[in-house]
């Protein structure tokens, strides 16, 4: 299994992070199995950051082997989504990114990719380019979007990465982030949600 994520898929987050550029193709990254972080478990803060972000996502879950799939076939390679929080530690981004290193080890990390209970589309209405989401910690709104906003579509995502790797049964595409990132603490109590749906509810320790 392997967590594929895309990277500055919502205008307005680039806008927030500095970039007022829209990327010309998907940016994709990947986290290891061991990033997964699931069935409610608390998320320990590492002792390498002092700046851990959340990131929330709309998570698919790829249910078919493929390799090189055309876009108008990509729906058939995926047959659930949930919310997902893809942590980064925006610390050691900033000083890879500065020096001209690769970035990894900013998102990679044990435990940062938090993944919430998966539910089929047909339960969240069925268009997976018209799924509303978004995070409350300590019962507040912290952080929405639309994935009617993304830069690229999932079934796009899908067919650019499958001409790359192929996808395996299992696999997860983190969709990419809304703007509203922002610092996590310990305490903090988080909950994510597709419309109303809460699927995802965890504590920061």
């Given at each position: 299994m392997k967590i594929i994520a895309v990277g500055m898929n919502y205008a307005r987050h680039n806008q927030e992070m500095g970039s007022m550029l829209e990327p010309q193709e998907p940016v994709i990254f990947l986290k290891p199995d061991s990033a997964i972080l699931r069935d409610g478990k608390p998320f320990f803060l590492p002792d390498f950051s002092h700046e851990v972000h959340y990131e929330t996502e709309i998570v698919v879950h790829i249910c078919r082997l493929g390799k090189h799939i055309a876009p108008r076939f990509a729906s058939r390679y995926y047959d659930s989504v949930t919310v997902g929080i893809d942590f980064t530690a925006r610390d050691l981004q900033r000083r890879f990114r500065e020096s001209?290193?690769?970035?990894?080890?900013?998102?990679?990390?044990?435990?940062?990719?938090?993944?919430?209970?998966?539910?089929?589309?047909?339960?969240?209405?069925?268009?997976?380019?018209?799924?509303?989401?978004?995070?409350?910690?300590?019962?507040?709104?912290?952080?929405?979007?639309?994935?009617?906003?993304?830069?690229?579509?999932?079934?796009?995502?899908?067919?650019?990465?499958?001409?790359?790797?192929?996808?395996?049964?299992?696999?997860?595409?983190?969709?990419?982030?809304?703007?509203?990132?922002?610092?996590?603490?310990?305490?903090?109590?988080?909950?994510?949600?597709?419309?109303?749906?809460?699927?995802?509810?965890?504590?920061?320790?």
């Open positions: 001209g290193h690769p970035w990894e080890l900013s998102k990679g990390f044990d435990n940062s990719a938090a993944i919430g209970e998966f539910v089929p589309l047909a339960h969240v209405g069925g268009d997976v380019q018209n799924l509303d989401f978004h995070l409350d910690i300590d019962g507040k709104t912290v952080q929405q979007g639309c994935t009617a906003d993304m830069l690229f579509r999932v079934d796009d995502l899908i067919a650019y990465v499958s001409r790359f790797m192929t996808l395996k049964m299992g696999d997860l595409l983190y969709t990419g982030t809304p703007a509203g990132v922002g610092p996590v603490s310990i305490g903090q109590h988080l909950q994510g949600y597709i419309g109303e749906k809460k699927l995802l509810d965890f504590y920061i320790r």
